[in-house]
């Protein structure tokens, strides 16, 4: 079984630059989760998609930040335009179906993202 | 708003040594999952406890749910270089934000 794929797997960019990132969850996974993870935290939820609905995105940036996820597959993060302080990994993550039972949560292996 | 609390932040060991790792939330939990994260690698699920006073047992590790379903415990028994990593709990939800503890570190020195 494929697990999540992520890319890119690395980037650098200037501040105030824009940048993306992709996700392909595990195939009938209904939820998708985009993390942010700062060097020595614990990964820090952006937004969670139950198929193509918005279950939770209180915790992500909007000014700057903004996610879809088009046809309940894939799904595309965008920061513009990026600050120092958005440097960090992005996690992308994909489970069966959220809040009943066993949701075990399958990670990508994640985008580093150094803004200078 | 919840907050999950997660000690120490770092624990060194001798190999062979035991190792725990604490996490404390502010709210009672429906459940809590536990995480291993290696060095530079992602996030990896190891167990879910949704039952208050719940024990399950993987090999060398034992996960425990408090009774009041606010605290949970990761113990290694006799820990090998293996087991090094950052262990994190997560609070699935409901009610509250999905949240990651912000993990203990374990250094295994040989």
């Known amino acids: 079984e494929a697990g999540v794929a992520q890319s890119p797997r690395y980037k650098i960019i200037e501040k105030r630059q824009s940048v993306a990132f992709w996700c392909n969850p595990i195939?009938?996974?209904?939820?998708l989760y985009w993390y942010q993870q700062i060097l020595g935290q614990g990964p820090k939820l952006l937004i969670q998609f139950q198929n193509n609905g918005v279950v939770d995105d209180s915790q992500l940036p909007k000014d700057r930040f903004s996610a879809e996820r088009l046809k309940g597959v894939d799904s595309t993060l965008k920061i513009q335009p990026a600050k120092l302080e958005d440097s960090a990994v992005y996690l992308c993550?994909?489970?069966?179906?959220f809040g009943q039972g066993y949701n075990e949560q399958f990670f990508g292996p994640g985008t580093r993202l150094t803004v200078l | 708003g919840q907050q999950v609390m997660q000690i120490p932040q770092y624990q060194h060991v001798q190999e062979g040594e035991d190792f725990t790792t604490y996490c404390n939330s502010s709210?009672?939990?429906?459940?809590i999952q536990w995480y291993k994260q290696r060095p530079g690698g992602h996030p990896v699920f190891l167990i879910q406890?949704?039952?208050?006073?719940e024990v399950k047992k993987q090999k060398r590790l034992t996960f425990q749910f408090g009774e009041a379903k606010k605290n949970s415990s990761l113990h290694i028994t006799a820990t090998q270089t293996t087991d090094v990593g950052t262990y994190f709990c997560?609070?699935?939800?409901?009610?509250?934000?999905?949240?990651f503890g912000r993990g203990t570190s374990l250094i295994v020195h040989p």
């Open positions: 709210t009672t939990l429906s459940n």
């Open positions: 993550a994909s489970s069966l179906v």
């Open positions: 997560f609070t699935p939800g409901g009610s509250y934000i999905p949240t």
């Open positions: 406890l949704v039952k208050s006073g």
């Open positions: 195939s009938g996974h209904a939820t």
